[in-house]
């Protein structure tokens, strides 16, 4: 970094270069990605924008594996920032206003705010404002350009540091808008003004820069000498294995965390001591705790009057929240789980305006139905602490799973003669489909078994495009096409199928009685009503929020492989999957989208 600031670019390079290999051999992802930064601020600075935007897309890519919202050096935003001053720079102005997006989203908190606190964010008010500013001189909207700029200085003037790797760019960008506007005192007055300071601080190639700039002359943007290009393709892969074994020992211990916390919510439920009120409050205090709340409502609709069933008594809420939150659920009829950090927080200001948008820092909110009316809804808030500038835990997919079944959990504790059912149900039923899971299906098949030797047909599922679907428009969006498709199973099997979804985006269908060509006709079936939707085009629309397009070759489909024998133990069943499992490997390794009867 000191290299960088005295422009020795090459040194910095090579001093980078070994701190990167320090990274992966100690495997430290979260110091690899420091790394990265400044091996993007050395980029910037020395004019290298293609770069420092690939190292900024790798670190912002990374940082969603690992759940971080920023790393030691930089806040998110201030990441975006620099991603979006190289775009600009590339002539890459549609990417540059994505990123702009993103930044106000994060920085709303500041900017929508009539005393904003500048504490610790200066550097992305900075880079927020510059961005704003070249982007609005590109699309030659000149007035508002410079009211911009007029905020960048203003900003600047804050800072305890100048920030080097940009002050280039601000320069010139800021005295070309003075210019264009005809204002040459002032197109003057910002060069000689960096000038200065590069004279005064020893910038010999900025200071060169900014001068070619003042005399007309054209100046190679690249220094030649500048850093090479070292995020090969074998350091990224190193990386990223580092990342992914980081990351599974990270999903061991939120399950571990929540089988934890779900054991000892069930015990809470199963206490006899004490009042239901008693027991509701004490559940909801464990939830608090365990998942450090900052605000946790639960209301129940009573012939439609909502009712609060518990809150933080030091966190007081309003009979507008209340109102708020239950219309929010009635209209939008689906659980939400969002950061301050993900890019479509906007489209959730309905609920998060109710908790002030700018004091959120991830919200999550599970509503309840009964005949499609809303009977009951849990809301669960984190808010911003020290400024936003401290990692927060924000709630993940298995907190959301976790979460639903746990007021299920709830509410069926309140009417206690059905908790033994829903304890059960749970223990053999996925979640999120309904549809038995490997659990629930081993124990009905062993008591269908035991019952009644007999031939089985077995149907071995699998959806094609599937991971194109949940990384273009997110997995919210690809649960809605689990829930989709285990409708549709449940239409085209038959009333005595067992179905289950046997893990991600795999199902298997089991036929009692039922001979190969049987199994043949539901698996047409399937194909036809999921060519009839175009891989449901229109339903991943609407759960996504807006128009798309997805070509045919990338759409969803399945794929299907078939097998049936008499079945007598539980091993014939375990070799009838074996086989049916190999049928559809067969199929997805050649041409996808058909069946395959296992011979």
């Known amino acids: 970094y000191y290299n960088t600031l005295r422009e020795k670019y090459e040194t910095a390079n090579h001093y980078l270069r070994s701190s990167l290999e320090i990274c992966i051999k100690i495997e430290e992802p979260v110091m690899a990605l420091e790394t990265i930064y400044n091996i993007a601020i050395n980029a910037i600075d020395c004019g290298q924008y293609e770069v420092c935007a690939k190292c900024m897309n790798f670190i912002l890519k990374i940082m969603k594996r690992l759940r971080l919202e920023r790393v030691r050096v930089a806040n998110q935003s201030k990441l975006l920032g620099m991603l979006a001053l190289s775009n600009i720079m590339l002539g890459k102005l549609y990417d540059a206003k994505m990123c702009q997006g993103r930044m106000e989203n994060l920085l709303s908190h500041i900017l929508d705010t ?5 504490d610790m964010w ?6 927020y404002y510059l961005v704003s500013a070249v982007i609005a001189k590109r699309e030659k909207k000149y007035e508002e350009a410079l009211k911009l700029f007029k905020k960048t200085e203003e900003t600047k003037k804050l800072m ?35 000038i200065s300071y590069c004279e005064e601080m020893g910038f010999v190639k900025r200071k060169q820069k900014l001068l070619d700039f003042k005399n007309g002359i054209e100046s190679e943007e690249s220094e030649n000498e500048g850093i090479q290009e070292f995020l090969s393709e074998e350091v990224i892969n190193s990386l990223i294995g580092i990342v992914e074994k980081n990351n599974y020992q990270m999903t061991i211990e939120l399950k571990n965390k929540s089988m ?21 409050d004490r559940a909801m205090k464990n939830v608090e705790n365990e998942y450090n709340l900052d605000k946790l409502v639960y209301i129940e609709v009573e012939n439609d009057n909502p009712v609060v069933r518990y809150f933080d008594k030091s966190n007081p809420i309003t009979g507008v929240q209340i109102k708020g939150i239950v219309k929010y659920f009635e209209e ?22 109710l908790f002030g948008r700018n004091e959120v820092m991830a919200i999550m909110g599970i509503p309840m139905f009964n005949n499609g009316k809303l009977k009951s809804v849990l809301v669960a808030v984190k808010t911003k602490h020290d400024n936003f500038t401290q990692q927060t835990e924000n709630f993940s997919r298995d907190d959301q799973e976790v979460f639903t079944a746990t007021f299920e959990l709830l509410l069926d504790a309140i009417n206690r003669e059905n908790i033994k059912i829903m304890l ?6 996925d979640i999120l489909t309904g549809l038995y899971n490997r659990q629930g299906l081993k124990k009905v098949l062993t008591e269908c078994v035991s019952r009644k030797k007999q031939v089985m047909t077995l149907l071995y599922l699998d959806l094609d495009n ?36 046997y893990g991600g985006d795999e199902f298997v269908i089991f036929l009692p009685g039922k001979e190969v060509m049987d199994g043949i006709n539901v698996a047409e079936a399937v194909f036809r009503e999921i060519e009839d939707k175009q891989g449901f085009i229109n339903e991943i629309e609407l759960a996504y929020g807006s128009r798309i397009e997805i070509n045919p070759e990338d759409r969803i489909t399945c794929s299907v492989g078939i097998a049936s024998d008499l079945c007598v133990n539980n091993e014939d069943i375990r070799n009838l999957l074996l086989k049916a499992d190999e049928a559809l490997y067969d199929v997805k390794r050649t041409t996808k989208n058909n069946y395959k009867v296992w011979s």
């Open 114 to 118: 009539d005393s904003p606190c500048f």
């Open 122 to 127: 200066e550097d992305d008010i900075f880079l």
């Open 160 to 194: 305890p540091t100048n920030q080097f790797y940009a002050m280039v760019i601000y320069e010139k960008e800021y005295a070309s808008i003075c210019k264009s506007l005809d204002d040459n005192g002032r197109f003057e007055d910002i060069l000689d003004s960096g």
């Open 260 to 280: 934890r916390f779900f054991k000892k919510w069930v015990g809470i439920l199963n206490t006899e001591n004490g009042s239901l009120e008693d027991m509701i």
């Open 332 to 353: 939008y009829k689906k659980s939400v789980s969002v950061s301050r950090f993900e890019s479509d927080y906007s489209r959730y200001v309905g609920l998060t305006d």
């Open 424 to 429: 059960e149900k749970n223990s053999v039923t």
């Open 466 to 501: 599937f991971k194109y679907c949940n990384d273009n428009f997110g997995h919210e969006v690809g649960d809605e096409v689990l829930v989709l498709f285990s409708n549709l199973l449940r239409r085209v099997s038959g009333g005595d199928s067992i179905i289950c979804r």
